[in-house]
């Protein structure tokens, strides 16, 4: 079992700046890829960026440019530094964590989710 805590979050301004937190813990575990998914009133949840243990990162186009996420030495927390903020962006931002578990095949983990809130 992976554990995930989230942190950050809150009210922005327009053009304002937030950051978002996600430590992982647990038991022996191999995490593969890490990401920050939101979701908006009415609206499915989108993935927005991604980091693979490799390093390989992926982003939205809405957030490109603006967002930056970026993973700790130890590999166990991943960051969402959030620029530039747009009401668009008020959104619950989940943590996922893609790990394996000892000998368990691959599973996404999710955290409990944080609030963003953009408004002036």
């Known amino acids: 079992q992976v554990h995930l805590v989230e942190s950050g979050g809150g009210l922005g301004q327009p053009g304002g700046s937030l950051k978002l937190s996600c430590a992982a813990s647990g038991n022996v575990f191999i995490i593969h890829a890490m990401a920050w998914y939101r979701q908006g009133p009415g609206k499915q949840r989108d993935l927005v960026a991604s980091i693979t243990s490799t390093g390989t990162i992926n982003y939205a186009d809405s957030v490109k440019g603006r967002f930056t996420i970026s993973m700790d030495n130890a590999g166990n927390t991943v960051n969402l530094q959030l620029n530039s903020l747009k009401p668009d962006d008020t959104a619950v931002y989940y943590c996922?964590?893609?790990?394996?578990?000892?000998?368990?095949?691959?599973?996404?983990?999710w955290g409990q989710g944080t609030q963003v809130t953009v408004s002036s």
């Open positions: 996922n964590v893609r790990a394996a578990v000892g000998l368990l095949p691959v599973y996404d983990y």
